[in-house]
T-cell receptor
Framework: AQSVTQLGSHVSVSEGALVLLRCNYS??????LFWYVQYPNQGLQLLLK??????LVKGINGFEAEFKKSETSFHLTKPSAHMSDAAEYFCAVTWGDKLIFGTGTRLQVFP | IAGITQAPTSQILAAGRRMTLRCTQDMRHNAMYWYRQDLGLGLRLIHY???????GKGEVPDGYSVSRANTDDFPLTLASAVPSQTSVYFC????????????FGSGTRLTVV
């Protein structure tokens, strides 16, 4: 079965600082990979996805992620954090037609 | 607005009671999914349906059942609720192959006491 590992259940950054949320996947074949964001008391919203086109994927709200096959990673980054980025972020990988999620990383942004 | 509607938004349920969580989508998506979200565990797949008339088990199906009588509706039933089923439940749908990504509902917060 596929799986994803998100390193760090909590990440704290200052406003304006770089955001780096880590995701590693286990797969013997190139998977489809996704990042979702969940704001408090809401459902999940798609941030971006990797589908084997470009290895650097740009998403909404200034986020981007780079697929690195050699490292089996798909880390999420944003150059400058905003207060509004505070949320929980989930990495997910496809397994057949199903989506398998990581355990999530809660991002806190301090002024 | 096209999307997924889940009902109720929250519920407190006595242990041993039967409960059905409703999920309706108006996007004509073929595939639908039920996940539960628990702190520190992320989202875990309970059941799924690739098309109307078919269902399958996910990672944590025990204690839950689903049906898919038509394209739009995918109810999740807890036959006899237990406190460990206290969770936030999300319904999702997808049209097309795996790389399309999912659309999620806003969730149902269920507390079993």
């Amino acid at each position: 079965a596929q799986s994803v590992t998100q390193l760090g259940s909590h990440v704290s950054v200052s406003e304006g600082a770089l955001v780096l949320l880590r995701c590693n996947y286990s797969s013997s074949v190139p998977p489809y990979l996704f990042w979702y964001v969940q704001y408090p008391n809401q459902g999940l919203q798609l941030l971006l996805k990797y589908t084997s086109a470009a290895t650097l994927v740009k998403g909404i709200n200034g986020f981007e992620a780079e697929f690195k096959k050699s490292e089996t990673s798909f880390h999420l980054t944003k150059p400058s954090a905003h207060m509004s980025d505070a949320a929980e972020y989930f990495c997910a990988v496809t397994w057949g037609d199903k989506l398998i999620f990581g355990t999530g990383t809660r991002l806190q942004v301090f002024p | 607005i096209a999307g997924i509607t889940q009902a109720p938004t929250s519920q407190i349920l006595a242990a041993g009671r039967r409960m059905t969580l409703r999920c309706t989508q108006d996007m004509r998506h073929n595939a639908m999914y039920w996940y539960r979200q628990d702190l520190g565990l992320g989202l875990r797949l309970i059941h799924y349906s690739n098309t109307a008339g078919t269902t399958g088990k996910g990672e944590v199906p025990d204690g839950y059942s689903v049906s898919r009588a038509n394209t739009d509706d995918f109810p999740l039933t807890l036959a006899s609720a237990v406190p460990s089923q206290t969770s936030v439940y999300f319904c999702a749908s997808k049209q097309g192959p795996a790389n399309y990504g999912y659309t999620f509902g806003s969730g149902t917060r269920l507390t079993v006491v």
